[in-house]
């Protein structure tokens, strides 16, 4: 699997951004899906996940609100929408996806795939 993550950019505070990350070799559907996101000089984190089939979503406390994460199967893509985004928002965004999973995990060694990543900067 590939993945393809695009849509990072430069935004003020309370702007809106969407990141897409688009797949090729295999069909998203089979994985589940996490976006992650690492800022200079701190670890990569989770920042939201959607379950394979059923698409039940999940995110971290610091975005829940602001930040959906959904699905096009038929476009093998997946999403980020990113709203009142916040300076400390800013880092590079990371999708990925874990082959075979049952459900969505938030630590990144549970992922087998991943994309390039994409910068976000939020200006205050």
């Known amino acids: 699997v590939q993945l393809q993550a695009c849509g990072g950019g430069l935004v003020q505070a309370g702007g809106s951004l969407r990141l897409s990350c688009a797949a090729s070799?295999?069909?998203?559907?089979?994985?589940?899906m996490g976006w992650f996101r690492q800022a200079p000089g701190k670890e990569r984190e989770f920042v939201a996940g959607?379950?394979?089939?059923?698409?039940?979503?999940y995110y971290a406390d610091s975005v829940k609100g602001r930040f959906t994460i959904s699905r096009d199967n038929a476009k093998n893509t997946v999403y980020l929408q990113m709203n009142s985004l916040k300076p400390e928002d800013t880092a590079v965004y990371y999708c990925?996806?874990?082959?075979?999973?049952?459900?969505?995990?938030?630590?990144?060694?549970?992922?087998?795939?991943w994309g390039q990543g994409t910068q976000v900067t939020v200006s205050s």
């Open positions: 990925a996806a874990d082959y075979g999973g049952t459900y969505v995990p938030t630590s990144t060694t549970a992922y087998d795939y």
């Open positions: 070799g295999r069909t998203l559907s089979s994985y589940p």
């Open positions: 959607i379950m394979r089939s059923v698409g039940a979503t």
